[in-house]
């Protein structure tokens, strides 16, 4: 047998997960919010993008984005963008969770990703991360940062507001990927 076969059949096993990286869709799912309300995907049908937002409690390049997060639904979910938080961190509990978005005035979901499904499914790596998604096909139209700076003051590209701007005006998304930066999602697994 020729030793070379199976060295090459986990290069490409590599190669195949490399290349995967972000799906182009999602599925359908439900988390409970932190009341325990579930909320589905399906829940935002009518909506012209549902964005995904993942978040923390405890992460300071997450809370950094708080005020960001709010301008953000305010100007946004006038357009009819729907915004849903999502939190993966193992160990951000329910309460913690919901204090937090009390404190920040959050006016979006906040939902529990328990054992990491979601964030499993979606590959998402970071807080914060952003997945706008098709409304009805559930096609990931944009996937990366809110935008190239934590520091408000030094930004220089508005990357999910561009992305946003393009899918309510009827175009195709310029630019549909970009490098999400801030702490790592702390999973259960």
């Known amino acids: ?19 995967a990286g972000t799906p182009e869709k999602v599925d359908n799912f439900t988390l409970n919010d932190y009341n325990g309300k579930k909320i589905s995907l399906s829940d935002f049908k009518d909506s012209k993008a549902i964005v995904l937002m993942f978040v923390a409690t ?5 809370n950094a984005y ?28 329910v309460e913690e969770i919901k204090q937090h978005a009390a404190e920040h005035g959050f006016k979006f979901p906040i939902l529990k990703d328990i054992n990491n499904i979601i964030a499993d499914k979606l590959d998402a790596q ?29 930004i220089k590209t508005n990357d999910l507001r561009a992305a946003l701007d393009e899918i309510l005006a009827g175009k195709p998304v310029t630019v549909k990927e970009t490098k999400a930066f801030g702490c790592t999602i702390k999973r259960v697994k």
Do not use: W
Request: charged fraction near 20%; hydrophobic fraction near 35%.
């Open 58 to 62: 405890q992460c300071p390049v997450s």
């Open 126 to 154: 970071r807080t914060p991360e952003i997945f706008v998604v098709h409304p009805t096909t559930y096609e990931i139209l944009y996937h990366g940062r809110i935008d190239d700076s934590q520091r408000e003051s030094l």
């Open 1 to 19: 047998m020729n030793r070379a076969l199976p060295a090459f059949m986990i290069f490409l096993t590599i190669c195949t997960i490399l290349i």
């Open 66 to 93: 708080n005020e960001r997060y709010n301008k953000l639904f305010e100007d946004y979910s006038a357009k009819n963008v729907a915004f849903v938080g999502i939190n993966s961190n193992k160990q951000e509990s």
